[in-house]
């Protein structure tokens, strides 16, 4: 039965849908790192304006994390050694990032 539920989540998100998921500290919005519009709607949720306001981004692994970030292979051996584990990491992004992400205009 989860593995049904899941199913349906994953479908939501590639239909540019929005989901809320727990944290460590509360909820969080997400939707799929490709979503033009899923992106936009979590930016009028949260009610941001035109100043620029990261969005986080949440990585299953290791390559994804190097795929979406850049940083050196201390950085990397540190990220290794600690995830998984109840951390946020803030890392440049990488030219990966949907630029939506990076230049958001409302």
Same mark, same amino acid.
């Given at each position: 039965?989860?593995?049904?539920?899941? =199913?349906?989540?994953?479908?939501?998100?590639?239909?540019?849908?929005?989901?809320?998921?727990?944290? =460590?500290?509360?909820?969080?919005?997400?939707?799929?790192?490709?979503?033009?519009?899923?992106?936009?709607?979590?930016?009028?949720?949260?009610?941001?304006?035109?100043?620029?306001?990261?969005?986080?981004?949440?990585?299953? =692994?290791?390559?994804?994390?190097?795929?979406?970030?850049?940083?050196?292979?201390?950085?990397?051996?540190?990220?290794?050694?600690?995830?998984?584990?109840?951390?946020?990491?803030?890392?440049?992004?990488?030219?990966?990032?949907?630029?939506?992400?990076?230049?958001?205009?409302?």
């Amino acid at each position: 039965e989860m593995e049904y539920k899941l =199913d349906r989540v994953k479908q939501i998100l590639e239909q540019d849908g929005l989901g809320i998921i727990p944290t =460590d500290t509360g909820y969080a919005f997400v939707c799929n790192v490709h979503s033009r519009d899923g992106v936009a709607r979590i930016f009028q949720i949260k009610n941001v304006g035109n100043e620029k306001k990261p969005l986080s981004l949440l990585c299953q =692994d290791l390559s994804t994390i190097s795929k979406y970030g850049t940083f050196n292979n201390s950085h990397f051996q540190l990220l290794k050694t600690c995830l998984p584990g109840p951390y946020t990491f803030i890392i440049p992004a990488s030219k990966e990032v949907p630029k939506v992400w990076m230049q958001h205009k409302s």
